[in-house]
């Protein structure tokens, strides 16, 4: 009686219900009067589709992050609509719409730059239809079943993802406890853990996002199959990882992001060059990594850009210091040692996570500009001050000096510089000491560390 009563209000699994399959129970309807979400907080844009679908006559909800996200008080920065109608249905009542993806077929509804993504429900699995492929490691590669809502709940990830907010009457739907999840600040996995992972390595590292995005702890059922399950990660697109590293860089929780995938052994599985640097004691990788990271939660907390270039330049500094030492040992002089370990550093990540061309010459720029910032002389410092990416480059010299590399004079040097009148800039280029000839300049250049 307890027991099915702890289920009818969520606080208990329905271990009946099995992901993939409809076994037709009841949803708990949560009532406008109890959930809180107000209309105000939704997008005026998602507002409009969910308007126009029910108009039409189909059903609309909004779901997943957007639910979650106005339920824990906190601002989404995206609103998912799911519907019953089908694809071709929405593009016939959307005439700004197109429609993308072949994993999962979905419609962009377009308000100028704001695109609202419109889903259709997800059906039962059937082993057998074309329409759903799974790899031989039991990923799904392909799924384009369409269902009922019913059905659909169970392909969601997490408890907390799986709430709809209905436009016909303001209620919230609520198929898998996850109402109660989120109030009791739990993240649970819809069906087996192990399962779904396998289904889409992904999920894992989802589920720290979330965890460490709402401050919710990762139960031991969805953190053990992580340390067993993590080569998975390798068979994830390089270009998925990439969206996914964003994500979860962004979200304004990185530094418990990193710890976490350090902890199931994730961060190995997405940069494993870095997670090498991590276990040498040569350079500061940690101290880096974790001011880079608090930096950027601290800039996102106070609504500042953050460039994805500079972090990239974080994570691969260090494994590009050792592979440069690697070179220089190999008789190949300072300077073009780092440019083909900057190369070579790019080549492997990309393996594993394919990151845009324009983020990446950003990083190189910053990278390239640590070894010209020690190289003051003549008119070189005032030059290296109009470089488009000179300020990025100097505060990653300052982080470089925080986390404990022995760069702290070049950068008191640099904001004397940067602060200074003409005359005083002039003076500090003095006390470098005198510029040599030419021709010996040129021998020093190929012997000077570039620290
Ligand atoms: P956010 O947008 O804040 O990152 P989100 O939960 O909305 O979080 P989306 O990627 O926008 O994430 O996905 C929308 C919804 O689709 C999710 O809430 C979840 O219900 C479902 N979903 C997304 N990715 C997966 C997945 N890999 N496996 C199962 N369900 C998923
Ligand atoms: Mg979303």
Same mark, same amino acid.
């Given at each position: 009686?307890?027991?099915?009563?702890?289920? %009818?209000?969520?606080?208990?699994?329905? %271990? #009946?219900?099995? +992901?993939?399959?409809? &076994?037709?129970?009841? +949803?708990?309807?949560?009532?406008? =009067?109890?959930?809180?979400?107000? *209309?105000?907080?939704? #997008?005026?844009?998602?507002?409009?589709?969910?308007? *126009?679908?029910? /108009?039409?006559?189909?059903?609309?909800?909004?779901?997943?992050?957007?639910v979650r996200d106005?339920?824990?008080?906190?601002?989404?920065? &995206?609103?998912?609509?799911?519907?019953?109608?089908? +694809?071709?249905?929405?593009?016939?009542?959307?005439?700004? @719409?197109?429609?993308?993806?072949?994993?999962? *077929?979905?419609?962009?509804?377009?308000?100028?730059?704001?695109i609202v993504e419109v889903a259709t429900f997800r059906g039962k699995t059937d082993e057998q239809s074309e329409d759903l492929s799974h790899s031989e490691k039991g990923m799904i590669l392909r799924d384009n079943v369409y269902g009922t809502i019913s059905e659909d709940v169970w392909r969601r990830d997490f408890t907390l993802n799986s709430l709809y907010y209905n436009i016909a009457d303001f209620s919230v739907v609520?198929?898998?406890?996850?109402?109660?999840?989120? %109030?009791?600040?739990?993240?649970?996995?819809?069906? &087996?853990?192990?399962? /779904?992972?396998?289904? &889409?390595?992904?999920?894992?590292?989802?589920?720290?996002?979330?965890? @460490?995005?709402?401050?919710?702890?990762? +139960?031991?059922?969805? #953190?053990? !199959?992580?340390?067993?399950?993590?080569?998975?990660? =390798?068979?994830? =697109?390089?270009?998925?990882?990439?969206?996914?590293?964003?994500?979860?860089?962004?979200?304004g929780s990185a530094y418990p992001v990193y710890e976490q995938l350090i902890k199931h052994q994730l961060f190995a599985e997405l940069f494993p060059a870095t997670s090498d640097a991590l276990k040498q004691a040569s350079f500061p990788t940690h101290?880096?990594?974790?001011?880079?990271?608090?930096?950027?939660?601290?800039?996102?907390?106070?609504?500042?850009?953050?460039?994805? #270039?500079?972090?990239?330049?974080?994570?691969?500094?260090h494994p590009i210091c050792l592979q440069a030492q690697t070179h220089i040992d190999n008789g190949i002089a300072v300077f073009p040692a780092r440019i083909q370990a900057i190369e070579d550093l790019l080549r492997k990540q990309g393996q594993r996570i394919s990151i845009p061309k324009r983020i990446v010459q950003g990083a190189r720029e910053i990278w390239m500009l640590q070894m010209r910032l020690v190289r003051r002389h003549g008119k070189r410092a005032q030059q290296l001050m109009m470089e488009p990416r000179f300020r990025a480059a100097f505060d990653f010299l300052e982080l470089r000096a925080l986390a404990g590399e022995p760069v702290g004079e070049l950068v008191s040097w640099w904001k004397e510089y940067i602060e200074g009148d003409p005359a005083q800039r002039r003076e500090?280029?003095?006390?470098?000491?005198?510029?040599? %000839?030419?021709?010996?300049?040129?021998?020093? *250049?190929?012997?000077? !560390?570039?620290?």
């Amino acid at each position: 009686m307890i027991r099915a009563f702890l289920t %009818k209000v969520g606080i208990l699994s329905n %271990k #009946s219900a099995k +992901p993939g399959t409809a &076994d037709g129970g009841k +949803p708990i309807i949560i009532d406008r =009067s109890q959930h809180g979400i107000s *209309r105000a907080n939704i #997008s005026e844009n998602a507002l409009k589709v969910l308007y *126009r679908l029910h /108009r039409h006559g189909y059903q609309a909800y909004l779901v997943g992050g957007g639910v979650r996200d106005l339920l824990l008080g906190l601002h989404p920065k &995206d609103f998912d609509v799911v519907t019953n109608a089908k +694809p071709e249905d929405i593009r016939r009542v959307f005439r700004n @719409c197109r429609l993308i993806g072949r994993r999962f *077929r979905l419609a962009h509804v377009y308000f100028g730059h704001d695109i609202v993504e419109v889903a259709t429900f997800r059906g039962k699995t059937d082993e057998q239809s074309e329409d759903l492929s799974h790899s031989e490691k039991g990923m799904i590669l392909r799924d384009n079943v369409y269902g009922t809502i019913s059905e659909d709940v169970w392909r969601r990830d997490f408890t907390l993802n799986s709430l709809y907010y209905n436009i016909a009457d303001f209620s919230v739907v609520d198929y898998t406890g996850g109402y109660a999840d989120i %109030k009791a600040k739990r993240l649970r996995m819809i069906g &087996d853990a192990s399962v /779904r992972y396998r289904e &889409d390595p992904v999920r894992m590292l989802r589920a720290i996002r979330f965890a @460490c995005k709402i401050g919710f702890e990762i +139960p031991q059922d969805l #953190s053990q !199959p992580m340390l067993e399950l993590k080569e998975l990660i =390798s068979h994830v =697109s390089p270009g998925r990882l990439f969206e996914e590293m964003m994500k979860m860089f962004h979200s304004g929780s990185a530094y418990p992001v990193y710890e976490q995938l350090i902890k199931h052994q994730l961060f190995a599985e997405l940069f494993p060059a870095t997670s090498d640097a991590l276990k040498q004691a040569s350079f500061p990788t940690h101290e880096l990594l974790t001011i880079i990271f608090q930096n950027t939660d601290n800039r996102i907390q106070q609504q500042k850009t953050v460039t994805p #270039s500079f972090i990239v330049a974080g994570l691969l500094w260090h494994p590009i210091c050792l592979q440069a030492q690697t070179h220089i040992d190999n008789g190949i002089a300072v300077f073009p040692a780092r440019i083909q370990a900057i190369e070579d550093l790019l080549r492997k990540q990309g393996q594993r996570i394919s990151i845009p061309k324009r983020i990446v010459q950003g990083a190189r720029e910053i990278w390239m500009l640590q070894m010209r910032l020690v190289r003051r002389h003549g008119k070189r410092a005032q030059q290296l001050m109009m470089e488009p990416r000179f300020r990025a480059a100097f505060d990653f010299l300052e982080l470089r000096a925080l986390a404990g590399e022995p760069v702290g004079e070049l950068v008191s040097w640099w904001k004397e510089y940067i602060e200074g009148d003409p005359a005083q800039r002039r003076e500090l280029v003095k006390a470098l000491g005198f510029k040599k %000839k030419k021709k010996k300049i040129r021998r020093k *250049r190929e012997e000077d !560390p570039a620290t």
